[in-house]
T-cell receptor
Framework: NAGVTQTPKFQVLKTGQSMTLQCAQDMNHNSMYWYRQDPGMGLRLIYYSASEGTTDKGEVPNGYNVSRLNKREFSLRLESAAPSQTSVYFC??????????????FGSGTRLTVV | AQTVTQSQPEMSVQEAETVTLSCTYDTSENNYYLFWYKQPPSRQMILVIRQEAYKQQNATENRFSVNFQKAAKSFSLKISDSQLGDTAMYFCAFMKQTGANNLFFGTGTRLTVIP
């Protein structure tokens, strides 16, 4: 049972380069999320997808785009990386409210450094 | 908007002792969910415990229990018989009962268990 698989685990980019972070879940969850974690700031929501075919902005969406490719996959793209996007990125999925499983299942994170 | 505050950036506890981590939140919602997540040095985010606001009984999971004070908007985590494996960052998080399953996180408390 893999849960949420996130790739890559580490990445170094030069300013202005682009990249896509991949995320796939086998939990059969409808909702998926991308968060970034910065020291002293906790986890902040970048984008989320409540169901296949929908995406919405979170708290810090600027500089990012997302694609919900199908129910399993939710990717995060940085079109032109900036040093301010140096962070640890987490993908997560969640079961619906009203189930005993409410809460997120997280991927293992991607440490991204933009130089 | 929901805000979650963890006022203790760092704490330490002797092995086998008890420690309490504080969390307060601000919301106009009447029904919601509260969570504690653990992030060990491996970076993996692990759900520790969950509380539904409509339940007056405090949630417990083995050595972990919460003190949920709805009127005070307080949700503290008590770790009993602390173990070296409890060394981690701990995040408090809030989710509304209605709408999207977005989690709002506090800034975290770094707990060190001292042998």
């Amino acid at each position: 049972n893999a849960g949420v698989t996130q790739t890559p685990k580490f990445q170094v980019l030069k300013t202005g380069q682009s990249m896509t972070l991949q995320c796939a879940q086998d939990m059969n969850h409808n909702s998926m999320y991308w968060y970034r974690q910065d020291p002293g700031m906790g986890l902040r929501l970048i984008y989320y997808s409540a169901s296949e075919g929908t995406t919405d902005k979170g708290e810090v969406p600027n500089g990012y785009n997302v694609s919900r490719l199908n129910k399993r996959e939710f990717s995060l793209r940085l079109e032109s990386a900036a040093p301010s996007q140096t962070s640890v990125y987490f993908c997560a999925s969640s079961a619906p409210k009203g189930t005993g499983d409410l809460g997120y299942t997280f991927g293992s994170g991607t440490r991204l450094t933009v130089v | 908007a929901q805000t979650v505050t963890q006022s203790q950036p760092e704490m330490s506890v002797q092995e086998a002792e008890t420690v309490t981590l504080s969390c307060t939140y601000d919301t106009s919602e009447n029904n919601y969910y509260l969570f504690w997540y653990k992030q060990p040095p491996s970076r993996q985010m692990i759900l520790v415990i969950r509380q539904e606001a409509y339940k007056q009984q405090n949630a417990t999971e083995n050595r972990f229990s919460v003190n949920f004070q709805k009127a005070a908007k307080s949700f503290s985590l008590k770790i009993s018989d602390s173990q070296l494996g409890d060394t981690a960052m701990y995040f408090c998080a809030f989710m509304k009962q209605t709408g999207a399953n977005n989690l709002f996180f506090g800034t975290g408390t770094r707990l060190t268990v001292i042998p």
